[in-house]
């Protein structure tokens, strides 16, 4: 059975995950604007990077801690965030909708690594490597 409780945590998790890894970034490329240098082509290909694998790892997290519909909450989780998503993205900042759709697809790749990375932290050792 899916816990609403659970859900709820780890969509926040997730939010607040992503928020810290942009609002880092966003500062980062405030303060070189404001003294009037271009921003590196780097520091946007690290902020995604980093934000993708936060959110690999609280995808992950979850499938470690969750014991039944693992698959069914995680997907819920990420369903969940990228809906409210839409009213701070295009809304409040203008985010194009087909770019805000096309984010589902990434999303998805997103949880399903996130899913395997925990099954490989939530699968116990090999008996046969202790005998």
Known sequence: MINGKIIAKYTVIL??????????????????????????????????ITGIIASVVVFARLTVVQKT???????AVGLISWVVSFFPNVLLFGQNVFAWAFGLIILL???????????????????????
């Not at 082509?41 to 690290?46: G, P």
């Open 69 to 75: 519909d693992t698959v069914l909450t995680v997907f």
């Open 15 to 48: 939010f607040l995950a992503t928020f810290v890894v942009g609002f880092a970034f966003g500062l980062l490329k405030g303060f070189l604007v404001s003294a009037g240098k271009a921003i590196p082509t780097w520091i946007i290909y690290w902020q995604a």
């Open 109 to 131: 790749v997103i949880m399903i690594i996130g899913i395997g990375v925990g099954i490989l932290f939530k699968r116990k050792p090999s008996t046969a490597l202790n005998q």
